[in-house]
Nanobody
Framework: DVQLQAFGGGLVQPGSSLRLSCAAS????????VTWFRQSPGKEREGVSSIRNDRETYYADNIKGRFTISRDDAKNTVYLAMNNLKPEDTAVYYCARLGYGANWANLFEKGKYDYWGHGTKVTVSS
């Protein structure tokens, strides 16, 4: 069974931290760029952070300095550490693997990704 599974979401208060995990089974993440996206109710799915196979990272402006993406290729897993969470971070978070042969330009373009996780919900509320 080929899948990406995102987990680690939950209900937290503003200012709290969470770490999301994106674990792959049946497919390798090692040579691929992986990106976290999120989607809030009524909004388009947006790119949050990407990590290339060479560990170069990219962040959306609205989370820069608060979120950190990392990867453990031995565990076939990518992480998103989220600190100082705000209510506007409330969303379902998805991870996705960049399609084979896709270039690194505009990594937040959803159409570049061939495998998607089912998403994990993050709710930030007091």
């Amino acid at each position: 069974d080929v899948q990406l599974q995102a987990f680690g979401g939950g209900l937290v208060q503003p200012g709290s931290s969470l770490r999301l995990s994106c674990a792959a089974s049946g497919l390798s993440l090692e040579r691929y760029t992986v990106t976290w996206f999120r989607q809030s109710p009524g909004k388009e799915r947006e790119g949050v952070s990407s990590i290339r196979n060479d560990r170069e990272t990219y962040y959306a402006d609205n989370i820069k300095g608060r979120f950190t993406i990392s990867r453990d290729d031995a565990k076939n897993t990518v992480y998103l550490a989220m600190n100082n969470l705000k209510p506007e971070d409330t969303a379902v978070y998805y991870c996705a693997r960049l399609g084979y042969g896709a270039n690194w330009a505009n990594l937040f373009e959803k159409g570049k990704y061939d495998y998607w996780g089912h998403g994990t919900k993050v709710t930030v509320s007091s």
